[in-house]
């Protein structure tokens, strides 16, 4: 085997490898991106409950797009999820500090990972170019050999 194979077939494996990076990276943004959109909202409900009254009627959502009706008790404190499924109550102001805190958060990690996926395609763009210039040379070198190949099997007749 020669070293412009065993280049090509290294190659080939790591394209596939970096392939396999961009999937997970990819599916890792669909996560974060989720929960950018469930903190904004979260944030956005926030900013809602400030401007009600106590014992306005709401809808809570409950899950699968399914609503329960609900009496606004007090507008002062919410129960928030700091994590490991702990909940502390907390006034709207630090309530709304700790999402933003979380979507700033959040977002510089989106914000990562779309570098790093940049860069894994830009390695695969690399690698693809350079496997088709392999793949020319290594074409070309068996039309040469080919060509060779047929000379040698000629046979001349001489008077």
Known sequence: MSNEEEKFRRLTVELRMLEGTVETVQARMNIVNSALTELSFANMTLEGLEKEKQNSSLLVPVGGGSYVKAKLESADTVIIGIGAGVATERTINE?????????????????????????????????????????????????????????????????
């Open 95 to 159: 309530a709304k500090e700790n999402i933003g805190k979380r979507i700033a958060d959040v977002e510089k990690t989106r914000d990562a990972l779309q570098q790093q996926l940049t860069q894994v395609i830009q390695k695969i763009q690399e690698g693809r170019e350079e496997l088709q210039e392999l793949t020319a040379k290594l074409s070309n070198r068996e039309e040469k050999t080919e060509g060779v190949r047929k000379a040698k099997t000629r046979t001349w007749r001489t008077r």
